[in-house]
């Protein structure tokens, strides 16, 4: 069935490296994905919306320059930490939904299962 | 924009007791209500949503509730089961965004102690 796959599930960096994780949807074709940042015992809130083919959406007060996001296909987008500092430090996760269908249908949003970034 | 508050922050259930989690909303305009389990070290998946033209709906022992007018929904969980332990969202949404833009709730942590 349809799953939303993310990878790494946990990495551990040095303060000033670089980090990507990977976002992939299974079984399905997806034109947009949805980045979110969730802090412990925090909700979960969305840092940028992921478009095949172009440029990334994001939400006010997330900077694109630090948080560089890529969906060169209908089943990939990455979010790349530029120059991660221990700020950074927290659980991403990201999300997709078939493309063309609506939720009307019944088609539900799925969730990767995320992503523990922890800068040293 | 939205705004989606949710009570209480944590709460504590024996083992076949009920459990009833509250948001509300302030953008009248939202109309697809998704509610979310999430456990430790992993994303967050869908329990049961409700859209805005039903009051009501139910699976098995999980049952929502929305008041419109009101703007708030609730989670009930009937005969709770130590497994029924994890955190809680509820999130709201609405067609102007094409339902994907979801926006969270602070989340509720429920404990269900055998």
């Known amino acids: 069935g349809a799953v939303v796959s993310q990878h790494p599930s946990r990495v551990i960096c040095k303060s000033g490296t670089s980090v990507k994780i990977e976002c992939r949807s299974l079984d399905f074709q997806a034109t947009t994905m949805f980045w979110y940042r969730q802090f412990p015992k925090q909700s979960l809130m969305l840092m940028a919306t992921?478009?095949?083919?172009?440029?990334?959406?994001?939400e006010q007060g997330v900077e694109k320059d630090k948080f560089l996001i890529n969906h060169a296909s209908l089943t990939l987008s990455t979010l790349t930490v530029t120059s991660a500092h221990p700020e950074d430090s927290s659980f991403y996760i990201c999300s997709a939904r078939p493309t063309g269908v609506s939720l009307l249908t019944g088609e539900k949003l799925l969730f990767g299962s995320g992503t523990q970034l922890s800068v040293l | 924009g939205e705004n989606v508050e949710q009570h209480p922050s944590t709460l504590s259930v024996q083992e076949g007791d009920s459990a009833v989690i509250k948001c509300t909303y302030s953008d009248s305009a939202s109309n697809y209500f998704p509610w979310y389990k999430q456990e430790l070290g992993k994303g967050p998946q869908l329990i049961i949503d409700i859209r805005s033209n039903v009051g009501e709906k139910k699976d098995q022992r999980i049952a929502v509730t929305l008041n419109k007018t009101a703007k708030h929904f609730s989670l009930h969980i009937t005969e709770t089961q130590p497994e029924d332990s994890a955190v809680y969202f509820c999130?709201?949404?609405?067609?102007?965004?094409?339902?994907?833009?979801?926006?969270f709730g602070t989340g509720t942590r429920l404990l269900v102690s055998p």
């Open positions: 992921s478009n095949e083919g172009s440029k990334a959406t994001y």
């Open positions: 999130a709201a949404s609405k067609r102007s965004t094409g339902f994907q833009k979801l926006v």
